[in-house]
């Protein structure tokens, strides 16, 4: 058993909570607003108030995390905004990971975030990733496909777990 966060995603997060739930994971899922606790708690998962915009907000969300999943790439916001968080926001969130039970990154890198934005955060959390020696996953399936998204993702969490995979690749899941 595995406790996994998921930072955003929404609705199809919340489906796969409810997969990874029934695997006998625990998940922990974050919303901006008290007004998100509903629909995650219904997906059966925990929810935690926070907002990838204030990391700080995010930092005990982290606690006994075995794999942390930054969904954003489907966020929505100005250009500045969404490169904040697939960039500052997100090395600062990663130098957060350290020292803690995460032993795992899943990155979003497909969505209706601008590609280059997407390319940039990829990059961005291999080179944080690599240097935490914390194995990653770039999760390059399309949300707008939720069969295939929710395959991938399955697939980079269980990879991430599984002691038989070389944890250090930093394979793309399609």
Same mark, same amino acid.
């Given at each position: 058993?595995?406790? +996994? @966060?998921?930072?955003?995603?929404?609705?199809?997060?919340?489906?796969?909570?409810?997969?990874?739930?029934? !695997?006998?994971?625990?998940?922990?899922?974050? =919303?901006?607003?008290?007004?998100?606790?509903?629909?995650?708690?219904?997906?059966?998962?925990?929810?935690?108030?926070?907002?990838? #915009?204030? +990391?700080?907000?995010?930092?005990?969300? @982290?606690?006994?995390?075995?794999?942390? $999943?930054?969904?954003?790439?489907?966020?929505?916001?100005?250009? #500045?905004?969404?490169?904040?968080?697939?960039?500052?926001?997100?090395?600062?969130? $990663?130098?957060?990971? +350290? #020292?803690? =039970?995460?032993?795992? @990154?899943?990155?979003?890198?497909?969505?209706?975030?601008?590609?280059?934005?997407?390319?940039?955060?990829? !990059?961005?959390?291999?080179?944080?990733?690599?240097?935490?020696? +914390?194995? @990653?996953?770039?999760?390059?399936? !399309?949300?707008? #496909?939720?069969?295939?998204?929710?395959?991938?993702?399955? =697939?980079?969490?269980?990879?991430?777990?599984?002691?038989?995979?070389?944890?250090?690749?930093?394979?793309?899941?399609?």
């Amino acid at each position: 058993m595995a406790r +996994i @966060l998921f930072v955003g995603g929404g609705a199809r997060a919340q489906r796969l909570a409810s997969r990874l739930l029934g !695997e006998g994971h625990a998940v922990r899922m974050t =919303t901006r607003e008290e007004a998100g606790r509903v629909a995650i708690e219904a997906a059966g998962a925990e929810c935690w108030i926070g907002t990838p #915009d204030r +990391i700080a907000s995010l930092r005990y969300a @982290l606690e006994g995390v075995t794999i942390a $999943c930054w969904l954003l790439g489907t966020a929505r916001g100005g250009a #500045d905004e969404l490169a904040a968080l697939h960039g500052s926001r997100l090395e600062f969130f $990663c130098s957060q990971a +350290i #020292d803690t =039970t995460v032993r795992g @990154l899943v990155y979003e890198a497909a969505g209706c975030v601008d590609r280059a934005i997407l390319a940039a955060g990829a !990059e961005l959390v291999t080179v944080k990733a690599a240097y935490s020696e +914390i194995p @990653l996953r770039i999760l390059d399936a !399309e949300p707008a #496909d939720a069969v295939l998204w929710a395959a991938g993702a399955r =697939t980079a969490i269980a990879e991430l777990l599984d002691s038989g995979h070389p944890l250090h690749s930093q394979e793309e899941i399609p």
